[in-house]
């Protein structure tokens, strides 16, 4: 299996802050990487896919970056519905998630 | 806009077959760019891929549940299933089905998520 960590684990920050999540693979994995968004009780959300693209109809304060091992999810100009768990997911290999990482906004 | 739906027993018993099916509409289970997944997620958890099958009929499991995970596919009823057996307490989750793309391999529709409890 490929592993995925994301760091950190959780976080807080302000409204009309700017935050970033970092995912890292266990071996490289090029661009096959996706990052999903689940608020409390509801099913996760497609951010960004591919590593870098924007899923249709998500704010484009949403953006990802990234490729081999290293990635990062960056949330510009954050708001209170960002509030959420994120999550890493590679798809190289049969699909891993990360851990996830949850944002508080305060 | 494509919609899926997760059904099947809320409570199943140590040792029995846990089995969940996927009804999807708005959108043709049949197209050959999309696979059709499952995923599940213990009550304060994170997620768990287990595994997909493509329109060819083609399936991928992940190694952990290889051994006790059957997903299949019935194009006829718009459906796709998911059959885990010998199930334990460790199987208790939120089982969420998706839609993935088969390039990107990301999951762009889910399910709202049932869960299944297994408890005797």
């Known amino acids: 299996d490929i592993q995925m960590t994301q760091s950190p684990s959780s976080l807080s920050a302000s409204t009309g802050d700017r935050v970033t999540i970092t995912c890292r693979a266990s071996?490289?994995?090029?661009?096959?990487l996706n990052w999903y968004q689940q608020r409390p009780g509801k099913a996760p959300k497609i951010l960004i896919y591919a590593a870098s693209s924007l899923q249709s109809g998500v704010p484009s304060r949403f953006s990802g970056s990234g490729s081999g091992t290293d990635f990062t999810l960056t949330i510009s100009d954050l708001q209170p519905e960002d509030s959420a768990t994120y999550y890493c997911q590679q798809t190289y290999r049969t699909p891993t998630f990360g851990q996830g990482t949850k944002l508080e906004i305060k | 806009q494509v919609q899926l739906q997760e059904s099947g027993p809320g409570l199943v018993k140590p040792s029995q077959t846990l089995s969940l099916t996927c009804t999807v509409s708005?959108?043709?289970?049949?197209?050959?760019?999309?696979?059709w997944s499952w995923i599940r997620q213990p009550a304060g958890k994170g997620l768990e891929w287990i595994g997909r099958i493509c329109t060819s009929g083609g399936t991928n499991y992940s190694p952990s549940l290889e051994s006790r995970v059957t997903i299949s596919l019935d194009t006829s009823k718009s459906q796709f299933s998911l059959k885990l057996s010998s199930v334990t307490a460790a199987d208790t989750a939120v089982y969420f089905c998706a839609r993935m793309n088969y390039g990107s391999g990301s999951s762009d529709y889910w399910g709202q998520g049932t869960l299944v409890t297994v408890s005797s």
């Open positions: 071996q490289s994995i090029s661009s096959f």
């Open positions: 708005g959108g043709s289970i049949s197209s050959g760019s999309h696979c």
